[in-house]
């Protein structure tokens, strides 16, 4: 039976590197430069300005609190950025993050995932470290999902092929 450590960790990467980060990329394939810098208002991000937040948070909060990497985010710089910012440097950003990312999973044990760890002001564990950087870039490529649907009225596809009416154990109630 895989540890807890193990599960934790697998279904991280999964959330994150098969699901979300296709998803954004998916996303940013059917935006123009412009399109990705666009903010409907004065008090929303652009989609650019969501992908480098992601960055930001995910490397301060895993590569840096539990990653033991130095901390130099500006996080404001995330928001304030108008672009144009190439497409082909997100991309670069987000595939450069990942592979960091999955070197520190690699190396975490089972200690460090629960104890202490001071990021961003605040007084977390590496359990809610793993759940907030999931959770938050969930959170963030939803916003994104949504901005591209509403953009170019198309259907994502991310459960194409799939039948998500089945209910209830290999679909028996």
Known sequence: MPEFRDLLVQEVRR????????????CLAE???????????????????????????????LLSGMGGYPDHRVRQAEFDERGPFPTSAL???????????????????????????????FEENGVSV????????????????????WRKNINTGYYDGLNLDVTGKNGAD
């Open 15 to 26: 959330r994150l590197m098969d699901e979300s980060v296709p998803r954004i990329k998916k």
């Open 91 to 121: 991309l670069r950003h987000l595939d450069e993050l990942m592979v960091e990312v999955d070197q520190v999973l690699n190396k975490l044990t089972a200690a460090q995932i629960l104890q202490p760890v001071d990021v961003q002001g």
């Open 31 to 61: 935006l123009t430069e412009a399109e990705i810098w666009y903010r409907p208002n004065e008090n929303s991000n652009s989609v650019g300005n969501l992908v480098l937040h992601l960055c930001g948070n995910v490397r301060q909060w």
């Open 130 to 149: 793993l759940v907030h950087i999931v959770e938050h870039f969930s959170y963030h490529t939803g916003q994104i999902t949504y901005f591209v649907k």
